[in-house]
């Protein structure tokens, strides 16, 4: 059975930094693709970055240069580094992971789900 765990998801004021982890049971990123998304209340699920089984990472353009995807696959864990944090970065992050070598930008590439991590950010 594969599960996924967020955590590192808090409250920070705008300027500043978090990073949240993944951690991985049942399922591993070294031969498959993973990614980070978010969700704003009353907004849809949104892309915010993605990693290859190889390391190959993309970002949205929202967070570009702000936000860093990594992995660590002989631990099974993802991360994502955030710094520079805006009001507008608020959401539920949740982190994702798929069957295929790669990580999408839509949902729909990936099969299975954290339950999400909580980032607020303060003006």
């Known amino acids: 059975q594969v599960q996924l765990v967020e955590s590192g998801g808090g409250l920070v004021q705008a300027g500043g930094s978090l990073r949240l982890s993944c951690a991985a049971s049942?399922?591993?990123?070294?031969?498959?693709?993973m990614g980070w998304f978010r969700q704003a209340p009353g907004k849809e699920r949104e892309f915010v970055a993605a990693?290859?089984?190889?390391?190959?990472?993309r970002h949205a353009d929202s967070v570009k240069g702000r936000f860093t995807a990594s992995k660590d696959s002989a631990k099974n864990m993802g991360y994502l580094q955030m710094n520079s944090l805006k009001p507008e970065d608020t959401a539920v992050y949740y982190c994702?992971?798929?069957?295929?070598?790669?990580?999408?930008?839509?949902?729909?590439?990936?099969?299975?789900w954290g339950q999400g991590t909580q980032v607020t950010v303060s003006s």
């Open positions: 994702a992971a798929s069957l295929r070598s790669w990580g999408g930008t839509s949902s729909y590439d990936y099969d299975y």
């Open positions: 049942g399922h591993t990123f070294r031969r498959y693709g």
């Open positions: 990693i290859n089984y190889n390391g190959g990472v």
